[in-house]
């Protein structure tokens, strides 16, 4: 049974927002889908069908970013990230909604003050590092599928071109992809009307990130990160739960 028509309609427009950002900037989905999403059906929900609309959608670039990226620094991010993924999962079903809300809101206002600081990791990324990195991803991922933030401030401050540090976030995230499925998978998350929700929100979301990756030559690369961290805190501030309607009496 899908939801009703008032529930639809914002997931919708809240898919487009979130596949615009994605085609326009080349993150954050999640920092835009999640939080306001979570205040429209429970978090898990919200993840899930995100993890199937980001997941199919995206699964085109991969077979590319298979042979340019650097496995070496990959493998690491992976092997951590794929310790705390069932972390993550187990919060996301065990803590109060509302909590979580207020925790995803946080989040995603820190994330987007540390990625618009400007500061990047530049020292050479051992194992060591890169498996705590790939840990800290895996554990966001999994709760919340904030992966991004944490691969993103460590490599874009390497010494790899960008279209080696693009294959390699395709790759990661196209790993984890298959981790935390198989974790949602288990805790029974893939309910026939989740799934169902989402191959509704998919054309949506699919056009959207088409319609923002043919408008990014239009931009300057200061002028769309801007845009997309005015757009992800309005995101983040908006869906906090002081902000919903109550009845009175």
């Given at each position: 049974?899908?939801?009703?028509?008032?529930?639809?309609?914002?997931?919708?427009?809240?898919?487009?927002?979130?596949?615009?950002?994605?085609?326009?900037t080349g993150f954050g989905?999640?920092?835009?889908?999640?939080?306001?999403?979570?205040s429209i059906v429970p978090?898990?929900?919200?993840?899930?069908?995100?993890?199937?609309?980001?997941?199919?959608?995206?699964?085109?670039?991969?077979?590319?970013?298979?042979?340019?990226?650097?496995?070496?620094?990959?493998?690491?991010?992976?092997?951590?990230?794929?310790?705390?993924?069932?972390?993550?999962?187990?919060?996301?079903?065990?803590?109060?909604?509302?909590?979580?809300?207020?925790?995803?809101?946080?989040?995603?206002?820190?994330?987007?003050?540390?990625?618009?600081?400007?500061?990047?990791?530049?020292?050479?990324?051992?194992?060591?590092?890169?498996?705590?990195?790939?840990?800290?991803?895996?554990?966001?991922?999994?709760?919340?599928?904030?992966?991004?933030?944490?691969?993103?401030?460590?490599?874009?401050?390497?010494?790899?071109?960008?279209?080696?540090?693009?294959?390699?976030?395709?790759?990661?995230?196209?790993?984890?992809?298959?981790?935390?499925?198989i974790n949602y998978a288990?805790?029974?998350?893939?309910?026939?009307?989740?799934?169902?929700?989402?191959?509704?929100?998919?054309?949506?979301?699919?056009?959207?990130?088409?319609?923002?990756?043919?408008?990014?030559?239009?931009?300057?690369?200061?002028?769309?990160?801007?845009?997309?961290?005015?757009?992800?805190?309005?995101?983040?501030?908006?869906?906090?739960?002081?902000?919903?309607?109550?009845?009175?009496?």
């Amino acid at each position: 049974m899908l939801p009703p028509f008032h529930i639809v309609l914002p997931l919708l427009l809240t898919a487009a927002l979130a596949g615009g950002v994605r085609g326009f900037t080349g993150f954050g989905t999640a920092l835009v889908f999640v939080p306001i999403a979570s205040s429209i059906v429970p978090p898990w929900e919200a993840v899930v069908v995100l993890f199937v609309i980001d997941g199919v959608t995206t699964l085109p670039l991969v077979p590319a970013a298979l042979h340019k990226c650097t496995w070496r620094e990959v493998a690491p991010l992976c092997l951590g990230a794929t310790v705390t993924v069932p972390i993550g999962a187990y919060f996301l079903l065990s803590i109060d909604p509302t909590a979580l809300r207020w925790a995803l809101g946080a989040l995603a206002m820190g994330a987007v003050g540390l990625l618009a600081s400007g500061w990047r990791y530049h020292a050479a990324p051992g194992r060591l590092v890169s498996g705590v990195v790939g840990a800290a991803s895996g554990l966001l991922g999994g709760l919340c599928s904030f992966w991004g933030p944490p691969i993103a401030i460590f490599w874009l401050g390497g010494q790899s071109g960008t279209d080696v540090v693009r294959a390699n976030i395709i790759v990661f995230l196209a790993v984890m992809s298959v981790v935390a499925g198989i974790n949602y998978a288990a805790h029974g998350l893939f309910h026939p009307e989740v799934t169902a929700l989402a191959l509704i929100l998919m054309p949506v979301y699919g056009g959207a990130v088409w319609t923002g990756t043919k408008l990014f030559p239009y931009v300057s690369e200061s002028g769309f990160r801007r845009i997309a961290y005015a757009i992800i805190s309005g995101a983040a501030i908006t869906s906090l739960p002081a902000f919903d309607q109550h009845d009175g009496g």
